[in-house]
């Protein structure tokens, strides 16, 4: 059960693009909210008044929450981003990080840069991802339409992403409508000395290898569809083809998702998703919230 989310902020406007949607996850998931604030050493002097930024950030949380009692609190660290977020995740039982995708200084390369690397390659803490920098009313207007897209590629790895949306459909509740899995059926590379003497064409052979690929990835989902549908959440399925990516990224704009679900590792097409260039065109290619699941 998610009961606790880490927000770090750095005062910039689009650092802040999270306190909507901090609010929003905070009231209706009731989990509590942790405003963090990282200082370098130079700045220690600056701490009273970064202190009084996080606490307003988590007074702001509060009252926006309307009549459902949340809990928010402020504090600051210092030291390095990505150290200092680990320790004070570990150290108070932190169950996800809500980062905006860009911010000043340590934060300027959340996103496929040092800190969310780091977060994801030394510690177990999902990351949920804000992209920052677009009109904030696209956030808001997606996260009430309650629809998840979970990204499946047949492996084990892949399926640690399973036991979050199975969380967020009970904490969630009437907010979360359903989800689709989706998995991307890779077209073969041409090989340059394949040999003509096979009894398929290429072209046949990279038709028979779709079709195989669309028949098995097809069973696959419809069998973990109909394993969450046991559990009460109204679940459907696609097979995407061609590359990863771009199917993605396509799929997700013609349809309206409230968040992407992905394990940071898989196999195949999926195997670079941690941070590699299928997550990075996904995340700049959507407006849709993207929350990261780290694999062993």
């Known amino acids: 059960m998610y009961k606790k989310m880490l927000v770090p ?8 693009v999270l306190m909507e949607y901090a609010t929003k996850l905070t009231s209706v998931m009731g989990i509590e ?3 963090l604030n990282v200082l370098g050493p130079e700045e220690k002097a600056l701490l009273p008044m970064h202190q009084a930024y996080v606490e307003r950030a988590a007074e702001k949380i509060v009252a926006a929450s309307g009549d459902r009692p949340v809990k928010a609190w402020g504090e600051v660290v210092i030291g390095n981003p990505v ?3 680990k320790k004070f995740a570990r150290k108070n039982n932190i169950d996800f990080v809500l980062m905006a995708t860009h911010g000043r200084s340590g934060f300027s390369r959340i996103v496929m840069g040092s800190v969310a690397d780091a977060l994801l390659r030394e510690s177990q803490i999902p990351i949920w991802l804000i992209r920052a920098g677009i009109p904030e009313k696209k956030v808001k207007d997606t996260s009430r339409e309650g629809r998840v897209m979970l990204l ?3 492996s084990r790895k892949a399926e640690a992403s399973l036991p979050h949306v199975e969380e967020l459909a009970r904490q969630l509740g009437p907010e979360f409508t ?3 899995l989706i998995s991307v059926c890779c077209q073969p590379e041409v090989a340059s000395d394949y040999p003509s003497d096979m009894p398929m064409s290429w072209d046949e052979h990279v038709a028979a290898e779709q079709e195989r690929c669309q028949l098995d990835t097809s069973s696959y989902l419809k069998e973990t569809v109909s394993r969450l549908e046991q559990k009460g959440i109204k679940a459907s399925y696609e097979v995407l083809m061609g590359n990863p990516a771009a199917e993605i990224v396509d799929y997700a704009n013609r349809n309206n998702f409230s ?10 097409g999926f195997s670079r998703w941690a941070f590699g260039s299928v997550a990075e065109k996904v995340l700049m290619g959507v407006t849709t919230p993207i929350l990261l699941v780290r694999t062993k």
Not at 9 to 16: H, I, R
Not at 259 to 268: C, F, K, N, Y
């Open 178 to 180: 359903d989800v689709v």
């Open 9 to 16: 902020l750095d005062g910039s406007t689009l650092a802040e």
């Open 33 to 35: 909210a942790v405003v």
């Open 83 to 85: 150290d200092s977020i």
């Open 259 to 268: 968040l992407i679900v992905m394990a940071t590792h898989g196999r195949s």
């Open 152 to 154: 499946l590629d047949g």
